[in-house]
């Protein structure tokens, strides 16, 4: 088993930034995928930003991209999101996902393959 907790939420105001934390503990070994979704009231949740096993690759959804970075500290168990230039359709609960095998590229944001989640930390962006 494999525990998520995320941090970092909170409330800004459009064009504010906000650094989402992950701190995964447990049988970490068993997965080799990291990804951060977001599920907004009414709304399906949505894969936001996956990164690889090594960091090397990473993948965002266009809504977000040239605007949030995932990143890890693998050492320390962490996955990031750092979210700048925030915008009102950015609030959402946030959530954090680890998973393991091999997908195609284009299946790496969606949540079914994905086994472990935290438990979400809401983001609010104001105008």
């Known amino acids: 088993q494999v525990q998520l907790v995320e941090s970092g939420g909170g409330s800004v105001q459009t064009g504010g930034s906000l650094r989402l934390s992950c701190a995964a503990s447990g049988d970490t070994t068993s997965t080799n995928r990291k990804a951060w979704f977001r599920q907004a009231p009414g709304k399906e949740r949505e894969g936001v930003a996956y990164?690889?096993?090594?960091?090397?690759?990473?993948l965002y959804a266009t809504s977000v991209k040239g605007r949030f970075t995932i990143s890890q500290d693998k050492a320390a168990n962490v996955l990031f999101l750092q979210m700048n230039s925030l915008k009102p359709e950015d609030t959402a609960t946030y959530y954090c996902?680890?998973?393991?095998?091999?997908?195609?590229?284009?299946?790496?944001?969606?949540?079914?393959?994905?086994?472990?989640w935290g438990q979400g930390t809401q983001v609010t962006v104001s105008s």
């Open positions: 990164i690889s096993p090594s960091g090397s690759s990473t």
């Open positions: 996902a680890a998973g393991s095998g091999s997908f195609r590229s284009n299946d790496l944001l969606r949540p079914t393959i994905y086994n472990y």
